[in-house]
């Protein structure tokens, strides 16, 4: 058995789906409320489904795992209550790797490229654990995430005992089917799409620094089929353990990414202008890109999707279906 966490979310639920494609057995962990998310496992239900509160007595009963992937997160970056952030993104997360280690079973858990911060040239983008003390993250959820490798670093410094296999994912910016529950941390590209396809311009924040102009604010975007290759890849190969970056390795515009929006949907390419939100400025990250040596050096030689290519798939093969999940 394999477990996620978060398994009816975003990036969980499209590992779900590559799982059972497969033919694994899987049990999540997670909430399915009372919108629509129960749709994102419509087309893999897995064998069973635990409410996060119910978890630990789940693991009393000493099921079979072999692996846990960990994607279960408070992942707003406007995220204000730390103590029930701590609780999920560091405390749970720690709990579950103890679990592991005493019970010899692998461990794949989700950080962030939020743990960067600030960061605004390429080479500040390194994975290198003997960076993480140098890194600033400019909001809560990037610090809980930033905590957490920080304590799995301390412990193998200290030579604690650890999972059979271990690896963090420092996820950039993955768009993608089977986000739609996310409301305001759905992907720019989806918000993006709703707007062109309204007749309206793609809207993109005005730059909040002087030295970059506006729509030049660039991220490295990253399709959730790439991100769960990844993955998958770790699943199959068991002896490599670490922290990587997980995205494109390439930083493309705002700009760059609503006119290819507008192309895939095949509306004029209009774009306008408004001011970032108050509470967005000094948590924003102006430029992001995955410095992917370290995944490379452990052996992973996938291509990443390019930015046109991943937008043409999504708009067309999802967004602009009836049903558009995976």
Excluded at 112 to 136: H, I, M, Q, V, W
Aim: aromatic fraction near 12%; charged fraction near 20%; proline fraction near 6%.
């Amino acid at each position: 058995m394999i477990i996620i966490t978060g398994g009816a979310g975003f990036i969980g639920s499209y590992l779900q789906a590559a799982l059972a494609k497969r033919g694994l057995e899987t049990l999540i962990v997670d909430w399915l409320g009372s919108d629509l998310k129960w749709r994102n496992l419509a087309a893999h239900p897995p064998a069973r489904i635990v409410a996060p509160e119910d978890l630990d007595a789940f693991l009393l009963t000493n099921p079979k795992v072999e692996a846990v992937f960990h994607m279960g997160a408070i992942s707003e970056t406007t995220a204000r209550d730390a103590d029930l952030v701590w609780r999920t993104n560091v405390a749970l997360s720690h709990k579950l790797w103890n679990w592991c280690t005493r019970n010899k079973v692998r461990f794949i858990y989700a950080s962030s490229a939020a743990t960067y911060g600030a960061a605004d040239k390429p080479d500040l983008f390194s994975d290198n654990p003997a960076r993480l003390s140098t890194l600033e993250p400019l909001n809560l959820y990037g610090w809980s995430k930033h905590v957490f490798d920080q304590q799995v670093m301390k412990m193998l410094k200290q030579r604690a005992p650890s999972p059979p296999q271990w690896a963090g994912l420092k996820f950039f910016n993955v768009y993608g089917p089977n986000e739609y529950h996310k409301g305001k941390m759905i992907s720019v590209v989806k918000v993006k799409y709703d707007e062109v396809k309204a007749g309206k311009p793609a809207r993109l924040f005005r730059s909040d620094r002087p030295d970059i102009a506006d729509g030049q604010q660039s991220r490295d975007f990253v399709w959730v089929g790439d991100v769960v290759d990844v993955m998958l890849w770790l699943y199959d190969t068991p002896t490599v353990s670490g922290l990587f970056n997980c995205g494109s390795g390439t930083a493309r515009s705002y700009l760059d990414l609503a006119h290819a929006v507008c192309d895939a949907a095949g509306m004029p390419r209009q774009v306008e202008f408004i001011d970032m939100p108050e509470s967005l400025r000094g948590q924003y990250q102006s430029y992001t890109q995955a410095d992917l040596t370290r995944l490379r050096a452990a052996g992973y030689s996938k291509p990443f999707t390019s930015l046109e290519d991943g937008i043409r798939h999504y708009v067309q093969d999802y967004l602009a279906t009836p049903n558009p999940y995976v």
